[in-house]
């Protein structure tokens, strides 16, 4: 393979990597594009750089594809408790105030996301830091989400184990207690604080968030550190947009400094601490939300999910069902889902349940949805959106009867089979998973394998049956497509 590629040929690809990935090229990069381009190019078995771009900028990339090249254009450096002053922030003064709330009101649910978490490091710091916050953890909800658009670091991620260099900002004391050392000379996060953390690929350009599926909604804190500086501007303040809706009221966004510009974040109080400036999502913030720059979709129904994108461990019983090892996420090239910028008079008590659901107000988000049943009761997308609900309070028998009830009132429907084979796995029930799992992935090949799905919002069939087939979720069936 040539070692200099024409300017021609790196300008075609910058765009590309741009618009699929959201990553910014600039000309003092260019080098490190053209370095993970190549390699890339090899893994795809391509002798010539000119020979494999068009193939890849010309048609839908595969899965395995976005995995090659996102592993080899992003750059994955990262360690435990990389912000200091952050950390401390949240363990001894806003994750303390967030839980003495919600003690007092009787509600022990908490939700974190570490977007762009690379291996795993961030992700963990925040599991660390819950678990010495909660002595009393098994009375709680909890969700930690880590997501990045590189699977091959979340792979590492889910399996815990790190070297020296990882844990270098780590107190020895801290690491023989929640990294205690292998036989190999590895340092494995401890079971109980690796099960409190789910890992997904997720795209912050192209995937939909806030989501109930996605576990991207009714969120506490983001930390989303050296992530945007790799974006324009105008797609960091997108993100920046996005984020703001998949926060509760008074929800933290955390960024790395050289990201914290007012001008990205216009919606966000900011807020400055001795050693760091974060970002706040004010208040009793209307149920409408911000201005975007970007025009939203109208009022719909919730997203059915993807299968399999997500690689971490299940933690029960922390909510939804759509983001632990074998499950199922939300189609790529989404918009989100929270609600329409300028809302119909009369959205319906499906949207309602789907806004309420997206602020983390369960309790009204299961009233409307039951005033959604009791006006169209032969409907199952209200069935399916019930059961998520009922899975994010943790009630997972309710949310498995109410699953089997959408297919009760269509057979057909596959959300509701991917959803509850999931669920069925939550449960160690592994064949009647499966069952689902066959049954989903037979429907599937009555769609168009290459289009966008309506019930499926934009996802592929082919996707969600690749995602099936990969994983094992179908119990090593052929593929006789």
Not at 50 to 72: K, M, N, R, T, Y
Not at 252 to 276: D, G, H, Y
Request: hydrophobic fraction near 40%.
């Amino acid at each position: 393979m040539a070692a200099q590629l024409s300017d021609t040929l790196l300008a075609k690809l910058s765009r590309f990597t741009a618009e699929h990935f959201g990553l910014s090229f600039p000309e003092n990069r260019l080098p490190d594009l053209e370095r993970g381009f190549l390699a890339a190019c090899r893994e795809f078995g391509f002798a010539d750089a000119e020979a494999c771009l068009p193939g890849l900028v010309e048609a839908p990339l595969s899965p395995a594809q976005e995995e090659i090249l996102a592993s080899a254009l992003t750059v994955g450096e990262t360690y435990f408790f990389r912000e200091k002053a952050v950390f401390e922030l949240l363990e001894n003064r806003i994750l303390p105030e967030l839980i003495a709330a919600r003690r007092a009101a009787g509600n022990k649910w908490l939700r974190l996301w570490s977007a762009g978490c690379s291996t795993g490091e961030e992700a963990y710091s925040l599991a660390i830091v819950v678990s010495r916050l909660l002595p009393d953890r098994a009375d709680w909800n909890v969700s930690i989400l880590g997501t990045d658009i590189n699977a091959r670091a979340l792979r590492k991620a889910a399996a815990g184990l790190y070297r020296s260099w990882s844990l270098r900002h780590v107190p020895l004391w801290q690491q023989k207690q929640y990294l205690p050392k292998t036989a190999e000379g590895l340092y494995e996060v401890r079971p109980d604080i690796r099960a409190m953390v789910s890992f997904s690929c997720h795209n912050l350009l192209r995937d939909p968030y806030p989501a109930i599926l996605t576990n991207t909604n009714a969120l506490d804190v983001i930390l989303c550190c050296n992530v945007l500086m790799y974006f324009p501007p105008e797609t960091a303040r997108q993100v920046g947009e996005n984020f703001y809706r998949c926060l509760v009221d008074g929800g933290w966004l955390i960024v790395s400094p050289v990201e914290a510009s007012p001008s990205l974040f216009p919606a966000f109080e900011r807020v400055k601490f001795p050693a760091a400036v974060l970002f706040r999502r004010p208040e009793l913030a209307s149920l409408q939300p911000p201005p975007t720059t970007t025009p939203q979709a109208g009022w719909r129904a919730p997203p059915p999910p993807e299968v399999g994108q997500a690689v971490g461990r299940t933690a029960p019983p922390s909510p939804p069902p759509a983001l632990r090892e074998d499950s199922v996420s939300p189609p790529a090239g989404g918009r989100p889902t929270e609600v329409a910028a300028q809302p119909p008079a009369d959205p319906g008590p499906h949207a309602m349940a789907m806004l309420h659901a997206n602020r983390g107000s369960l309790a009204e988000a299961l009233s409307w949805c039951d005033k959604a049943i009791a006006a169209d009761p032969v409907d199952p997308r209200h069935r399916y959106l019930r059961a998520c609900i009922l899975q994010e309070q943790g009630r997972d028998q309710e949310a498995a009867e109410s699953l089997k009830h959408s297919l009760y009132l269509d057979p057909d429907f596959v959300p509701a089979h991917l959803t509850l084979g999931h669920l069925l796995l939550r449960q160690d029930k592994r064949r009647e998973a499966q069952r689902h799992f066959r049954l989903a992935y037979s429907l599937l090949r009555n769609y168009p394998q290459d289009e966008p799905l309506p019930d499926l919002e934009g996802f592929t069939a082919a996707r969600l049956r690749y995602r099936l087939r990969e994983l094992g979720l179908i119990g090593g069936q052929e593929d006789e497509a």
